[in-house]
C-alpha cells in the first residue's frame, strides 16, 4: 500500500474514531457510536497490515487470535456490575504497551526509522522516556483500581505520613532522569524512569477512596490516551498520534465533568480522596437511638400506584443486585395505572461515569424517560415518590447542610423533596463516603431493608 493510501485510510479512521466519540455522548446514539468506532478500528488494523514495512504476519495473527479470544471470553462472561474493573484492567494492558513499545524502539532504533543504538535522536528520546513513563504509571495505578473496585483491597483511603513528600520526590527524580536519559541515550536510566513510575503509579492511587473511583477510571483512561500518543511520536504513526490525543483530552474532559460533579477539583482527589468501603460499616438497625420508618414491599405498592409522579434513583445498590430489569418491570406497570415515571441519574452515581445508564439501558428503559441531575432537580418538588435503590451519597442532603462533611458542597439529587422517599436498602450502612445519610430519619423516608432485586420484585407482585 503507498504512503497516500495508507494515509487516506487513517484519515478516515480517524474520523470514525470522532464521529464514535460524538455518538457515545447521548444514549440515543450510543450503539451507533460503537459500530462506527469498529470500522474505523478494523480499517486502522486492515490499513497497518498492509503496510510494506511488515515482513511477517506469524507474530502478528497470533497475537490477534489470542487477544481475541480472551476478549470473547470476557465479553460473553463479564457481568454489567463489573464494568468499572474490566475497564480498569484493560486500561492496564494500554499502559503496558506503551512500555513494551518504548523499549523495543529503545532497543532496536534503526527498525523504527529514528536512528541506531547510541545515536538515537534526541527528541525520540524524550517521547519514549515520556511515554513509557505514563505507560507504567498507567499500569500500575490501574491495576490498584481494579484491586479496589474487586475489593481485593479495601476501598478506603490508604495513607501514610509523608506520602505527597514522597509522591514529589519520585516525580522530580522522573524528570530528572528523563533529562539524563535524553542526554545520554543511559539504559540504565530508562529502566529508572519506568521503575520511578510504576511506583508512583501505586502510591498516586492508593490514597484515593472508592467515592472518587468514577474520577480515578477516567482519569486513567486519559492516561492510556496519552500514553499512546506518546509511542504514537516515536513510531511516526499519524493514526496512533490522533487517536491517543482523542483518548487522553475525551478523559481529561470527563475527569473534569467527574470532578464538577462532585464538587472537587482535579488535584484535591488525587492528594488523597475520600471514602470508605461501605461493607467495612456495621451493618444492621438504626444508627445509634435514632429511629426510622420502616416499610414493606406492599406499603410501597400502594403509595407508589396510589401516586401521580414517580421519580426513581438508581444508583450501585441496583446495580449489585442485578434489579434494573425489575425495576423497569416495575415502572411499566405504573405506568399502566397512569402514573408518570421517570429516572434521575447523578453524574457519579455507581463506580463509572455512564453506569446507570448502561444498566438502564440493558434493561430496555425509554431513553426519554431518562434524565440529568441538571435537568430532573426541581422535578422532585412535584413528584409524590422518589423511589431510591442503592443510592446514598448523591441524595445525601450533608452535601448542602453540614460543612464538615467530606460530601459538603457536592451537588446532590434532591430527593429529600419529594412527598415520600422509598429507600430500597439492605442497611443503615453509609456509603462510599462514609457519611452517615441523615434523610434515611426524615419523616417522609420509609426504609425498604433487603436486597434491591428481592424487594422490587416484591412490589412488583403487589402492584400485580
Not at 534526541?122 to 505514563?134: K, Y
Not at 400502594?302 to 425489575?326: D, L
Amino acid at each position: 500500500m503507498s504512503a497516500e493510501l495508507t494515509g487516506f485510510a487513517y484519515l478516515i479512521a480517524a474520523i470514525c474514531f470522532i464521529l464514535a466519540l460524538r455518538g457515545l455522548s447521548s444514549p440515543e446514539t450510543a450503539r451507533q457510536g460503537n459500530i462506527i468506532g469498529i470500522c474505523g478500528m478494523a480499517i486502522a488494523i486492515a490499513t497497518t497490515l498492509a503496510s510494506p514495512e511488515v515482513l511477517s504476519y506469524t507474530w502478528i495473527l497470533a497475537g490477534i487470535v489470542i487477544g481475541g479470544a480472551i476478549g470473547t471470553v470476557i465479553a460473553l462472561k463479564i457481568h454489567m456490575t463489573a464494568l468499572p474493573q474490566l475497564v480498569a484492567a484493560f486500561h492496564s494492558l494500554v499502559g503496558l504497551a506503551a512500555v513494551f513499545v518504548a523499549s523495543a524502539t529503545l532497543y532496536a532504533p534503526d527498525a523504527y526509522g529514528i536512528g541506531s543504538v547510541g545515536s538515537i535522536k534526541t527528541a525520540s528520546l524524550v517521547e519514549m522516556a515520556v511515554g513509557a513513563a505514563i505507560g507504567a504509571i498507567t499500569f500500575t495505578g490501574s491495576i490498584v483500581a481494579f484491586a479496589k473496585l474487586q475489593g481485593l483491597v479495601t476501598g478506603a483511603p490508604l495513607v501514610f505520613t509523608g506520602q505527597h513528600a514522597l509522591n514529589a520526590v519520585l516525580g522530580i527524580a522522573a524528570v530528572a532522569l528523563v533529562v539524563f536519559f535524553a542526554r545520554e541515550e543511559s539504559h540504565l536510566a530508562y529502566w529508572g524512569i519506568v521503575a520511578l513510575a510504576l511506583a508512583l503509579g501505586f502510591l498516586m492511587i492508593l490514597p484515593i477512596g472508592g467515592a472518587d473511583m468514577p474520577v480515578v477510571i477516567s482519569m486513567l483512561n486519559s492516561y492510556s490516551g496519552w500514553a499512546a500518543c506518546g509511542i504514537g511520536f516515536t513510531l511516526g504513526n499519524t493514526l496512533l498520534i490522533i487517536t491517543g490525543a482523542l483518548v487522553g483530552s475525551s478523559g481529561a474532559i470527563l475527569s473534569y465533568i467527574m470532578c464538577k460533579g462532585m464538587n472537587r477539583s482535579f488535584i484535591s482527589v488525587i492528594l488523597g480522596g475520600f471514602g470508605a468501603d461501605d461493607s467495612a460499616v456495621a451493618a444492621g438497625g438504626p444508627s445509634g437511638d435514632r429511629a426510622v420508618r420502616q416499610g414493606s414491599a406492599e406499603d410501597a405498592a400502594f403509595i407508589m400506584k396510589n401516586g401521580g409522579k414517580v421519580i426513581i434513583v438508581p444508583g450501585y445498590g441496583m446495580a449489585v443486585a442485578q434489579a434494573q430489569h425489575a425495576v423497569r418491570e416495575m415502572a411499566d406497570i405504573l405506568k399502566a395505572e397512569g402514573v408518570d415515571v421517570s429516572y434521575a441519574i447523578h453524574p457519579v452515581a455507581g463506580r463509572m461515569p455512564g453506569h446507570m445508564n448502561v444498566l438502564l439501558a440493558e434493561a430496555n428503559v425509554p431513553y426519554d424517560e431518562v434524565f440529568e441531575l441538571e435537568v430532573i432537580n426541581n422535578a422532585f418538588a412535584m413528584a409524590d415518590v422518589a423511589y431510591v435503590i442503592g443510592a446514598n451519597d448523591v441524595t445525601n442532603p450533608a452535601a448542602k447542610t453540614d460543612p464538615a462533611s467530606p460530601i459538603y458542597g457536592m451537588p446532590i439529587l434532591d430527593v429529600e423533596r419529594a412527598k415520600t422517599v422509598l429507600f430500597v436498602k439492605r442497611s443503615m450502612a453509609s456509603g462510599y463516603a462514609g457519611v452517615d445519610n441523615e434523610l434515611f430519619f426524615r419523616d417522609n423516608t420509609m426504609m425498604l431493608f433487603g436486597d434491591a432485586k428481592k424487594m422490587t420484585e416484591e412490589i412488583v407482585h403487589a402492584l400485580g
